[in-house]
Nanobody
Framework: QVQLVESGGGLVQAGGSLRLSCAPS????????MAWFRQAPGKEREFVAG????????YYADSVKGRFTISRDNAKNTMYLKMNSLKREDTAVFYC?????????????????WGQGTQVTVSS
């Protein structure tokens, strides 16, 4: 079964930075739309950032715009999420996802492949 594998989560103080990475365990996702979602305890999974297959077009949730940057390196078959100026409310499990949808979408149901998630905890 195809898997996406996230890494880079951890504990960081408010105002700090982290970089998450996502790579598939098998096959390539260079023609897939990729995205990051997050889910905090007791809350629904929410869209954080997305990128078109080329990485040329990127999209962000308002809550992270200006602080987070999504990028992908198709030569390495890897996607990244650089998170700066982290806040306590960013604490969540972060998931990467890949989908074949032609158009940008923030709906989790329209992404076909998911990683197992990586915990990001921001302390005050």
């Amino acid at each position: 079964q195809v898997q996406l594998v996230e890494s880079g989560g951890g504990l960081v103080q408010a105002g700090g930075s982290l970089r998450l990475s996502c790579a598939p365990s098998r096959r390539t996702f260079t023609t897939y739309r990729m995205a990051w979602f997050r889910q905090a305890p007791g809350k629904e999974r929410e869209f954080v950032a997305g990128a078109s297959w080329s990485g040329e077009n990127t999209y962000y949730a308002d809550s992270v715009k200006g602080r987070f940057t999504i990028s992908r390196d198709n030569a390495k078959n890897t996607m990244y999420l650089k998170m700066n100026s982290l806040k306590r409310e960013d604490t969540a499990v972060f998931y990467c996802a890949a989908g074949s949808s032609y158009y940008h979408t923030t709906a989790p149901a329209l992404y076909d492949y998911w990683g197992q998630g990586t915990q990001v905890t921001v302390s005050s």
